[in-house]
T-cell receptor, first 117, second 111 residues
Framework: GAVVSQHPSWVICKSGTSVKIECRSL??????MFWYRQFPKQSLMLMAT?????????EQGVEKDKFLINHASLTLSTLTVTSAHPEDSSFYIC?????????????FGDGTRLSIL | KQEVTQIPAALSVPEGENLVLNCSFT??????LQWFRQDPGKGLTSLLL?????REQTSGRLNASLDKSSGRSTLYIAASQPGDSATYLC??????????FGTGTRLQVFP
């Protein structure tokens, strides 16, 4: 089955640090990947849609200069949290669906827990 | 704008009971609806996907139904087990491929 790998699984760093999270589709190509954020005991909130070879589309209220997304290939999207602060501490999850096939399930990574001290 | 709600928010039952989890959505123009399981601190595991043209899907002890016209889906869990304890999320996918998630139901099945 389709596998999405997310790395790292856990990050602890100081305030002001920039943190990069990778999302890879291991056995399929994904033109589009999605980034979600989940605060404790809350549901997943879509942050942005990552499009291969073009700019990401951000949801309302998500700062594009704060959360940089790069989708340089059909199997890799990265999310960089720039100058992270404690309020950015959260669980970040990516997902992807198979390119060129409509109405397919999304496959999720295992998530990255980000803790900013 | 699609809004997805799940009830109950939390559920605690003894082992062996049959359960119904509810999901409602405001925009019926969906392509599909997915049910997921999330264990604490983990990612999402896809359980069932129902296409917009389908009424239900079954996998083992799980059965999911979809009524687009009324904006509702249910996840039925038969003969619940302690290993079923997790948070269950439903997600609605529209024509942009974005998944909009519900608020989740935290299920605890005790022995």
């Amino acid at each position: 089955g389709a596998v999405v790998s997310q790395h790292p699984s856990w990050v602890i760093c100081k305030s002001g640090t920039s943190v990069k999270i990778e999302c890879r589709s291991l056995d399929f190509q994904a033109t589009t990947m999605f980034w979600y954020r989940q605060f404790p005991k809350q549901s997943l909130m879509l942050m942005a849609t990552s499009n291969e070879g073009s700019k990401a589309t951000y949801e309302q209220g998500v700062e594009k200069d704060k959360f940089l997304i790069n989708h340089a290939s059909l199997t890799l999207s990265t999310l960089t949290v720039t100058s992270a602060h404690p309020e950015d501490s959260s669980f970040y999850i990516c997902s992807a669906s198979v390119t060129g096939v409509s109405n397919q399930p999304q496959h999720f990574g295992d998530g990255t827990r980000l803790s900013i001290l | 704008k699609q809004e997805v709600t799940q009830i109950p928010a939390a559920l605690s039952v003894p082992e062996g009971e049959n359960l119904v989890l509810n999901c409602s959505f405001t925009d019926s123009a969906i392509y599909n609806l997915q049910w997921f399981r999330q264990d604490p601190g983990k990612g999402l595991t896809s359980l069932l996907l129902i296409q917009s043209s389908q009424r239900e899907q079954t996998s083992g002890r799980l059965n999911a139904s979809l009524d687009k016209s009324s904006g509702r889906s249910t996840l039925y869990i038969a003969a619940s087990q302690p290993g079923d304890s997790a948070t269950y999320l439903c997600g609605c996918q529209g024509n942009t491929d974005k998944l909009i998630f519900g608020t989740g139901t935290r299920l605890q099945v005790f022995p």
